[in-house]
Protein backbone atom coordinates (compact mmCIF):
# COMPACT_ATOMS: atom_id res chain seq x y z
CA UNK A 1 0.00 0.00 0.00
CA UNK A 2 1.31 3.32 -1.01
CA UNK A 3 2.35 5.48 2.17
CA UNK A 4 -0.03 8.48 2.59
CA UNK A 5 1.67 11.82 2.49
CA UNK A 6 0.86 14.47 5.53
CA UNK A 7 2.17 17.48 3.83
CA UNK A 8 1.25 18.99 0.72
CA UNK A 9 3.56 21.54 -0.72
CA UNK A 10 2.39 24.37 -3.55
CA UNK A 11 5.03 25.24 -5.26
CA UNK A 12 6.31 26.48 -9.00
CA UNK A 13 9.02 24.57 -11.16
CA UNK A 14 11.95 26.85 -11.75
CA UNK A 15 11.60 28.52 -7.87
CA UNK A 16 14.50 28.04 -5.68
CA UNK A 17 12.86 28.74 -2.90
CA UNK A 18 10.41 25.88 -3.83
CA UNK A 19 13.48 23.58 -4.60
CA UNK A 20 14.83 24.82 -0.91
CA UNK A 21 11.39 23.01 0.47
CA UNK A 22 11.86 19.78 -1.31
CA UNK A 23 15.29 19.45 -0.86
CA UNK A 24 14.78 19.70 3.00
CA UNK A 25 11.72 17.20 2.50
CA UNK A 26 14.10 14.49 1.34
CA UNK A 27 17.27 15.18 3.29
CA UNK A 28 14.61 14.47 6.01
CA UNK A 29 12.74 11.47 4.23
CA UNK A 30 9.67 13.15 4.97
CA UNK A 31 7.08 12.28 2.58
CA UNK A 32 4.99 14.99 0.72
CA UNK A 33 2.37 15.98 -1.81
CA UNK A 34 3.29 18.21 -4.45
CA UNK A 35 1.08 20.46 -6.41
CA UNK A 36 2.30 22.46 -9.07
CA UNK A 37 1.25 26.33 -9.24
CA UNK A 38 0.10 28.20 -12.28
CA UNK A 39 1.06 31.93 -11.25
CA UNK A 40 -0.70 32.86 -14.08
CA UNK A 41 -3.90 31.58 -12.48
CA UNK A 42 -3.64 31.05 -8.72
CA UNK A 43 -5.55 28.27 -7.00
CA UNK A 44 -8.24 28.91 -4.54
CA UNK A 45 -6.24 26.49 -2.20
CA UNK A 46 -2.62 28.84 -2.63
CA UNK A 47 -4.82 32.05 -1.79
CA UNK A 48 -6.67 30.56 1.10
CA UNK A 49 -3.52 29.03 2.20
CA UNK A 50 -1.33 32.28 1.95
CA UNK A 51 -3.89 34.92 1.78
CA UNK A 52 -1.70 38.19 2.68
CA UNK A 53 1.45 37.20 0.18
CA UNK A 54 -0.34 34.79 -2.47
CA UNK A 55 2.90 33.12 -3.23
CA UNK A 56 4.58 29.96 -3.12
CA UNK A 57 6.22 28.08 -1.73
CA UNK A 58 3.17 26.86 1.01
CA UNK A 59 3.83 23.55 2.88
CA UNK A 60 0.19 22.26 4.17
CA UNK A 61 0.86 19.77 7.20
CA UNK A 62 -2.09 17.65 7.67
CA UNK A 63 -4.50 19.50 10.62
CA UNK A 64 -1.93 22.16 11.29
CA UNK A 65 -1.92 25.51 10.01
CA UNK A 66 0.06 26.14 6.63
CA UNK A 67 3.89 26.83 6.80
CA UNK A 68 4.55 29.86 4.41
CA UNK A 69 7.99 31.08 3.57
CA UNK A 70 10.97 29.10 2.56
CA UNK A 71 13.27 30.22 5.47
CA UNK A 72 10.55 29.30 7.97
CA UNK A 73 9.41 26.24 6.00
CA UNK A 74 12.74 24.71 6.54
CA UNK A 75 13.14 26.19 9.94
CA UNK A 76 9.48 24.10 10.98
CA UNK A 77 10.84 21.54 9.34
CA UNK A 78 14.61 21.12 10.83
CA UNK A 79 11.86 21.13 14.29
CA UNK A 80 9.53 18.88 13.49
CA UNK A 81 11.87 16.08 12.56
CA UNK A 82 15.53 17.30 14.35
CA UNK A 83 17.05 13.63 14.71
CA UNK A 84 16.84 13.60 10.81
CA UNK A 85 20.00 15.12 9.09
CA UNK A 86 19.53 18.01 11.09
CA UNK A 87 19.89 21.48 9.42
CA UNK A 88 21.00 24.09 11.74
CA UNK A 89 23.32 24.09 14.64
CA UNK A 90 22.06 23.65 18.13
CA UNK A 91 24.48 26.51 19.56
CA UNK A 92 22.49 29.26 20.19
CA UNK A 93 24.62 31.99 18.70
CA UNK A 94 25.70 29.47 15.54
CA UNK A 95 22.14 29.55 14.80
CA UNK A 96 21.40 33.43 14.70
CA UNK A 97 24.51 34.23 12.69
CA UNK A 98 23.01 31.38 10.27
CA UNK A 99 19.65 32.88 10.12
CA UNK A 100 21.25 36.50 9.29
CA UNK A 101 23.26 35.05 6.62
CA UNK A 102 20.12 33.75 5.33
CA UNK A 103 18.30 37.15 5.41
CA UNK A 104 20.96 38.51 3.99
CA UNK A 105 20.59 36.43 0.66
CA UNK A 106 17.49 36.74 0.21
CA UNK A 107 16.97 40.46 0.53
CA UNK A 108 20.21 41.42 -1.72
CA UNK A 109 21.90 38.29 -3.83
CA UNK A 110 18.50 36.71 -4.64
CA UNK A 111 17.34 40.12 -5.92
CA UNK A 112 20.22 41.24 -7.55
CA UNK A 113 20.64 37.85 -9.76
CA UNK A 114 16.20 38.25 -10.48
CA UNK A 115 16.87 42.01 -11.56
CA UNK A 116 20.00 40.94 -13.68
CA UNK A 117 18.22 38.29 -15.80
CA UNK A 118 15.15 40.94 -15.97
CA UNK A 119 16.95 43.95 -17.10
CA UNK A 120 17.48 44.76 -20.67
CA UNK A 121 19.43 48.11 -19.69
CA UNK A 122 22.98 46.75 -20.12
CA UNK A 123 24.51 49.74 -18.28
CA UNK A 124 22.59 48.47 -14.74
CA UNK A 125 23.78 44.83 -15.99
CA UNK A 126 27.06 46.02 -15.53
CA UNK A 127 26.35 47.27 -12.34
CA UNK A 128 24.21 44.73 -10.72
CA UNK A 129 27.67 41.75 -11.77
CA UNK A 130 29.39 44.19 -9.99
CA UNK A 131 27.07 43.70 -6.48
CA UNK A 132 27.04 40.04 -7.42
CA UNK A 133 30.70 39.69 -7.21
CA UNK A 134 31.34 41.36 -4.54
CA UNK A 135 28.37 39.61 -2.50
CA UNK A 136 29.93 36.00 -4.11
CA UNK A 137 33.04 37.24 -2.20
CA UNK A 138 31.10 37.79 0.41
CA UNK A 139 29.80 34.23 0.44
CA UNK A 140 33.59 32.86 -0.01
CA UNK A 141 34.37 34.34 3.60
CA UNK A 142 31.33 33.04 5.14
CA UNK A 143 32.06 29.46 3.81
CA UNK A 144 35.73 29.98 5.63
CA UNK A 145 33.88 31.40 8.55
CA UNK A 146 31.16 28.53 8.82
CA UNK A 147 32.80 25.46 7.15
CA UNK A 148 35.42 25.33 9.70
CA UNK A 149 37.69 23.74 7.50
CA UNK A 150 35.44 20.95 6.56
CA UNK A 151 33.38 20.60 2.99
CA UNK A 152 30.36 22.79 3.67
CA UNK A 153 28.61 25.57 5.03
CA UNK A 154 27.43 22.95 7.70
CA UNK A 155 30.84 21.31 8.60
CA UNK A 156 30.55 17.70 7.50
CA UNK A 157 27.21 17.22 6.00
CA UNK A 158 24.96 19.47 4.02
CA UNK A 159 22.78 22.01 6.37
CA UNK A 160 20.38 24.85 6.01
CA UNK A 161 23.30 27.57 4.33
CA UNK A 162 24.08 24.80 2.13
CA UNK A 163 20.68 24.34 0.94
CA UNK A 164 19.84 28.17 1.01
CA UNK A 165 22.83 28.84 -1.12
CA UNK A 166 22.58 25.94 -2.88
CA UNK A 167 19.61 25.59 -4.76
CA UNK A 168 20.24 28.89 -6.60
CA UNK A 169 23.63 26.91 -8.42
CA UNK A 170 21.56 26.53 -10.62
CA UNK A 171 20.65 29.86 -11.62
CA UNK A 172 24.30 30.44 -11.02
CA UNK A 173 24.76 28.12 -13.85
CA UNK A 174 22.03 29.39 -15.96
CA UNK A 175 24.22 32.94 -16.16
CA UNK A 176 27.06 31.10 -17.28
CA UNK A 177 25.08 29.85 -20.22
CA UNK A 178 22.74 32.49 -21.13
CA UNK A 179 24.42 35.63 -20.14
CA UNK A 180 28.27 34.28 -20.31
CA UNK A 181 28.95 35.59 -16.47
CA UNK A 182 29.60 33.30 -14.06
CA UNK A 183 28.78 34.27 -10.59
CA UNK A 184 31.42 32.08 -8.36
CA UNK A 185 34.77 31.48 -10.93
CA UNK A 186 37.88 30.15 -9.53
CA UNK A 187 39.71 32.95 -8.98
CA UNK A 188 37.36 35.26 -6.93
CA UNK A 189 35.87 32.16 -5.00
CA UNK A 190 37.76 29.11 -5.47
CA UNK A 191 36.10 27.83 -2.19
CA UNK A 192 32.69 28.24 -3.08
CA UNK A 193 33.63 26.53 -6.61
CA UNK A 194 34.43 23.34 -4.83
CA UNK A 195 31.98 23.67 -2.85
CA UNK A 196 29.87 24.16 -5.48
CA UNK A 197 30.98 20.87 -7.29
CA UNK A 198 30.10 18.69 -3.91
CA UNK A 199 27.41 19.95 -3.55
CA UNK A 200 26.02 19.00 -7.41
CA UNK A 201 27.86 15.63 -6.88
CA UNK A 202 25.19 15.07 -3.92
CA UNK A 203 22.43 12.81 -5.05
CA UNK A 204 19.60 14.30 -3.64
CA UNK A 205 20.45 17.66 -4.32
CA UNK A 206 20.50 16.62 -8.38
CA UNK A 207 17.05 15.23 -7.87
CA UNK A 208 15.62 18.57 -7.35
CA UNK A 209 17.30 21.08 -8.62
CA UNK A 210 15.30 22.01 -12.29
CA UNK A 211 16.68 21.60 -15.55
CA UNK A 212 18.18 24.33 -17.75
CA UNK A 213 15.21 24.34 -20.01
CA UNK A 214 12.42 25.09 -16.62
CA UNK A 215 14.80 28.04 -15.71
CA UNK A 216 14.18 29.61 -18.68
CA UNK A 217 10.66 29.00 -18.37
CA UNK A 218 10.55 30.12 -15.12
CA UNK A 219 12.45 33.25 -16.27
CA UNK A 220 10.10 34.05 -18.97
CA UNK A 221 7.10 33.44 -16.60
CA UNK A 222 9.16 36.21 -13.87
CA UNK A 223 9.14 38.50 -16.71
CA UNK A 224 5.35 38.20 -17.81
CA UNK A 225 3.76 38.41 -14.03
CA UNK A 226 6.32 40.87 -12.46
CA UNK A 227 6.12 44.76 -12.61
CA UNK A 228 8.20 45.99 -15.48
CA UNK A 229 11.37 46.98 -14.07
CA UNK A 230 12.17 51.10 -13.63
CA UNK A 231 13.92 52.73 -16.43
CA UNK A 232 17.22 54.37 -15.78
CA UNK A 233 17.30 57.51 -16.30
CA UNK A 234 18.51 59.11 -19.36
CA UNK A 235 22.38 60.01 -19.36
CA UNK A 236 22.86 64.25 -20.35
CA UNK A 237 24.97 64.62 -23.64
Given at each position: MAQKCEMKLLGTAGSPFVTRVQFSLKLKSIPYEYIEEDLYNRSELLLTSNPVFRRIPVLIPANEPPVIESLSIMEYLDELQPDVHRLLPSNPSERAQYRVLAYTFDTLYSPWIKEFMRTRDE???????????????????????????????????????????????????????????????????????????????????????????????????????????????????
Open positions: KRREELKTLLIGASVMLEEALVKFSKGKPFFGGDDIGYLDIVVGTFLGWFKFCGVVFNFNVIDEDRTPRMVEWGKRMWSNEVFQSVIPSHEIHRKFLDMLIDILPPLPQQPAVSA
